[in-house]
């Protein structure tokens, strides 16, 4: 079993910076999973925003515009999520995932998932 735990998210100016953070805990290794960030928008659906996979490749949906930087620290056993240059347009709830499988850009293909941490953008 895995459970993942999400902080860091607030009210933010456009243009203003957060950091995520995502603690991992299980009987195995966080390295053994692929991971991803995803967000979801009132009303919208739940989208990819970056994934790592368990040879810490990494990619960035195409809207990030690199604007964000995802990172894993296994030692710690935590995933980060560095958002900088937000706009309005990136208000959601942003969510952390994992799975044992390969790394995806479909929500479908995580079993395990965090409860979410709420990023606010005014203009």
């Known amino acids: 079993q895995v459970l993942l735990v999400e902080s860091g998210g607030g009210s933010v100016q456009a243009g203003g910076s957060l950091r995520l953070s995502c603690r991992f805990s299980g009987s195995e290794e966080i390295s053994s999973f692929s991971m991803a960030w995803f967000r979801q928008a009132p009303g919208k659906e739940r989208e990819a925003v970056a994934i790592v996979d368990q040879n810490a490749k990494i990619a960035y949906a195409a809207f990030v515009k690199g604007r964000f930087t995802i990172s894993k620290d296994n030692a710690k056993a935590t995933l980060y999520l560095q958002l900088n240059s937000l706009k309005p347009e990136d208000t959601a709830t942003y969510f952390c995932?994992?799975?044992?499988?390969?790394?995806?850009?479909?929500?479908?293909?995580?079993?395990?998932w965090g409860q979410g941490t709420q990023v606010t953008v005014s203009s």
């Open positions: 995932a994992a799975d044992s499988g390969p790394v995806s850009w479909s929500r479908d293909r995580y079993t395990y």
